[in-house]
C-alpha cells in the first residue's frame, strides 16, 4: 500500500501563487508515474500534470506556462508550483501515484482564487 498525503492548497488572490506537495509513503518503491489533477464543482476531475520518474512531463494546456510539475524522488515527493493563479483554477486537487499496475490516490486539498 502506498499512502499519499498532500499539503499547500489554501485561498489566493487571482495572480497569486501556491505550491502543493504530495508526499508518498508505505511501500513506495517503484513508483513510476505521479501526478495531480483537480476537479471544481459539477465538473469531471481532469489532469493537470503529470511527471515520470525520469523526469518526462505531460502538463494540461489550460495551465501550461502557469503550472510546473517537479519530483524529488529521494522523499517521494512530488510537487506543483501553481502561478498567476486564475478564479477558473479553483478546485480540489488531488494527487496521484502509479505503482505497477495500481493507482493510489490523496485525499485532496482544496484550491480557491478569489477574483
Known amino acids: 500500500q502506498v499512502q499519499l498525503v498532500e499539503s499547500g492548497g489554501g485561498l489566493v488572490q487571482a495572480g497569486g501563487s501556491l505550491r502543493l506537495s504530495c508526499a508518498a509513503s508505505g511501500n513506495a518503491f517503484s513508483i513510476n508515474v505521479m501526478g495531480w489533477y483537480r476537479q471544481a464543482p459539477g465538473k469531471q476531475r481532469e489532469l493537470v500534470a503529470a511527471?515520470?520518474?525520469?523526469?518526462?512531463?505531460n502538463v494540461a494546456d489550460s495551465v501550461k506556462g502557469r503550472f510546473t510539475i517537479s519530483r524529488d524522488n529521494a522523499k517521494n515527493t512530488v510537487y506543483l508550483q501553481m502561478n498567476s493563479l486564475k478564479p477558473e483554477d479553483t478546485a480540489v486537487y488531488y494527487c496521484?501515484?502509479?505503482?505497477?499496475?495500481?493507482?493510489?490516490w490523496g485525499q485532496g486539498t482544496q484550491v480557491t482564487v478569489s477574483s
Open positions: 511527471i515520470a520518474s525520469g523526469g518526462r512531463t
Open positions: 496521484n501515484a502509479y505503482q505497477f499496475a495500481l493507482i493510489y
